[in-house]
Nanobody, 125 residues
Framework: VQLQASGGGLVQTRGSLRLSCAAS????????MAWFRQRPGKEREFVAA????????VYADSMEGRFTVSRDSAENSVYLQMNSLKPEDTAVYYC???????????????????WGQGTQVTVSS
């Protein structure tokens, strides 16, 4: 499975961005699509995940309410709508995918077999 993230850019505080992740290859094997981010000087952290077949979603506590993850099965794509952005949301955002759907492991980096290349989001104050 190959993942291509896009949609990052420079936005002002309280602005919005929509990230996209296009999947190709053996996408029928995927059950979980997720977004992670890595802020400057920080470890990569979980943002949100969506179940590819059922559409169930999981969010990191700090993102819920501002970020929304969705999917388009016909387009083999997952999206991350980010609203009310803050400077601390500045990060490289990565999409990831895995054949499993396990709520006990969904926020763990090692869970995911496939990763995209990342897209930079910069929020100016």
């Amino acid at each position: 499975v190959q993942l291509q993230a896009s949609g990052g850019g420079l936005v002002q505080t309280r602005g919005s961005l929509r990230l996209s992740c296009a999947a190709s290859g053996r996408t029928f094997t995927v059950e979980t699509m997720a977004w992670f981010r890595q802020r400057p000087g920080k470890e990569r952290e979980f943002v949100a995940a969506i179940n590819w077949s059922g559409g169930g979603t999981v969010y990191a506590d700090s993102m819920e309410g501002r970020f929304t993850v969705s999917r388009d099965s016909a387009e083999n794509s997952v999206y991350l709508q980010m609203n009310s952005l803050k400077p601390e949301d500045t990060a490289v955002y990565y999409c990831a995918a895995d054949p499993s759907w396990d709520l006990n492991r969904i926020a763990t980096i090692r869970t995911y077999a496939y990763w995209g290349q990342g897209t930079q989001v910069t929020v100016s104050s």
